[in-house]
């Protein structure tokens, strides 16, 4: 049995919602506003309800493509030239080495 069956929405719609929600941290009248831009009327108690309906099963999925996961990880911090400009490079790596998470950015602010 679908997960997205019977729903009045396509479930694209559904799973951007709940991703850009998780993901982002955008709030639920934001997402209705954007989807709105996009011509789909939808209500921001909705997107709730799909949150709360699809985005522990999608985690749940999600985990096992990724692999496990440590609970140790550190950050390290370099500089380097970008685009002939010079840029913080901070990266997040597990234990065994495993590239976790980064970022770019301008200045070096905690």
């Keep these: 049995m679908s997960l997205f069956k019977r729903r009045r ?7 951007s919602c709940v991703r850009w929600y998780c993901k982002y941290g955008i709030s639920y009248r934001d997402l209705a506003e954007m989807m709105l831009e ?3 009327d939808v209500d921001p108690s909705t997107i709730f309800r799909w949150v709360q ?3 522990p099963e999608l985690e749940k999925r999600i ?3 990724q692999g496990p996961r ?6 390290d911090e370099t500089y380097v030239r970008v685009g002939g400009k010079w840029k913080y490079l901070f990266r997040a790596v597990d234990k065994h ?3 976790i998470d980064f970022m770019l950015s301008d ?4």
Excluded at 9 to 15: A, C, D, G, S
Excluded at 70 to 75: A, E, M
Excluded at 107 to 110: A, D, E, Q, V, Y
């Design 53 to 55: 309906r699809y985005a």
């Design 63 to 65: 985990r096992r493509c």
């Design 97 to 99: 080495g495993q590239l």
């Design 70 to 75: 440590s609970g140790s990880w550190r950050v």
């Design 107 to 110: 200045r070096r602010n905690t």
């Design 9 to 15: 929405f396509p479930v694209e719609v559904i799973l």
């Design 38 to 40: 996009r011509g789909i």
